[in-house]
């Protein structure tokens, strides 16, 4: 048979007014006691919490019914990981410090870019770095790399391994619906001071098993192809004009020479082939620059030279267009020219054979 227990509760009153509860069994055995003889630890507010065995209160862990608000004065707790959500630590003092992904605080990086207004930022050992020698002005769009005085290198780099070449290009802006001019590209030397020689131009092709080649192509046009250029400069008070070559590569040992072709463009349909000019400079008041055409010498036959229409029935060969010039060739004197000749193959026949050319 279970014995029945009667458990009966014994008030205690202390000096400062609090009512202690002891609930005694029948034995007169304490079984618990209920601190504040069940009221709440002070202060108000306070959240409850076991004390040595009572409740217990304080003033810096509260909650307030009436704002739902929950008040704590530090909050102590593992930092979070992905896989627990743990508590936000301290911030460690700073209104701009930021909780990074490791679950601390830190302050923010160096919100002002390295360096002074122009210059261009790029990644210096994991920090911003910046450079008097690689700038961009907003004012002039223009963008500078290297020092006075000092070679300046922008490469391309192909991807380890591949077989792709890293290729540079250099792109004019298309046109725009409201701008149907495309963008120029101009490569323009530094000018000179006093005596010095202004910048010039150079375009190196590659060595190699076969040499890198240089193409320069004016674009088809549905109505006029592009226009190509290559002019030498003016010569100035008293001085020479600049020279302008043009030179096919040179062989070496028993490899041959390279050729060198400059073609006018063909037409299509009922269109006319193109026409192919070479002038010598003129000059006001000195003399006009020669032009000359030389064949070279080889060690086991000379070169020759030839002046075909291919298809073509006259070859022209005039001194002047005034009609009053000697016509020369090396080794032959110079015989003034016929004051007519006729655009005519007889015509042609006839004046060679005036200047002794043939017989």
Avoid: W
């Amino acid at each position: 048979m279970v014995s029945k227990v009667n458990y009966r509760p014994q008030f205690l009153v202390s000096n400062d007014g609090s009512i202690t509860i002891q609930y005694l069994s029948s034995g007169l055995t304490n079984i618990q006691t209920a601190g504040g003889g069940g009221v709440p630890a002070s202060p108000v507010n306070s959240v409850q919490f076991n004390n040595a065995g009572a409740f217990g209160g304080r003033a810096n862990f509260t909650y307030a019914s009436g704002t739902d608000t929950l008040s704590v004065g530090k909050l102590v707790s593992a930092n979070f990981t992905s896989a627990a959500q743990g508590l936000v630590p301290a911030s460690g003092g700073g209104t701009a410090n930021f909780l990074r992904a490791d679950g601390n605080f830190a302050a923010p990086p160096a919100t002002a870019p390295a360096g002074a207004t122009t210059q261009i930022q790029f990644n210096n050992a994991s920090a911003f770095g910046a450079s008097a020698n690689f700038t961009y002005d907003t004012g002039t769009n223009t963008f500078i790399v290297g020092p006075a005085g000092a070679t300046t290198t922008i490469e391309t780099l192909a991807p380890t391994g591949s077989t792709i070449a890293g290729n540079l290009r250099f792109l004019g802006k298309n046109a725009s619906a409201t701008n149907g001019a495309g963008g120029r590209i101009s490569y323009v030397g530094g000018n000179a001071l006093g005596t010095g020689t202004g910048g010039g131009h150079s375009f190196s092709c590659g060595t190699g098993r076969i040499g890198g080649g240089i193409t320069f192509i004016s674009a088809n046009g549905t109505f006029d192809g592009g226009v190509m250029s290559f002019n030498s400069g003016a010569g100035n008070a008293g001085g020479t004009g600049g020279n302008f070559q043009l030179n096919a590569g040179l062989g070496s040992s028993t490899a041959s020479g390279g050729s060198f072709e400059m073609n006018a463009g063909n037409a299509a349909s009922s269109g006319f082939g193109g026409s192919f000019v070479m002038t010598s400079g003129f000059s006001l008041g000195g003399a006009a620059g020669d032009f000359t055409f030389i064949a070279s010498y080889g060690a086991t036959a000379n070169g020759n030279m030839y002046f075909n229409t291919d298809y073509g029935t006259v070859i022209q060969l005039t001194s002047s267009l005034l009609g009053d010039q000697q016509l020369g060739f090396y080794g032959v004197t110079p015989v003034a020219q016929p004051t007519s000749v006729p655009v005519t193959a007889a015509g042609i026949h006839a004046a060679l054979v005036s200047l002794g050319l043939i017989t």
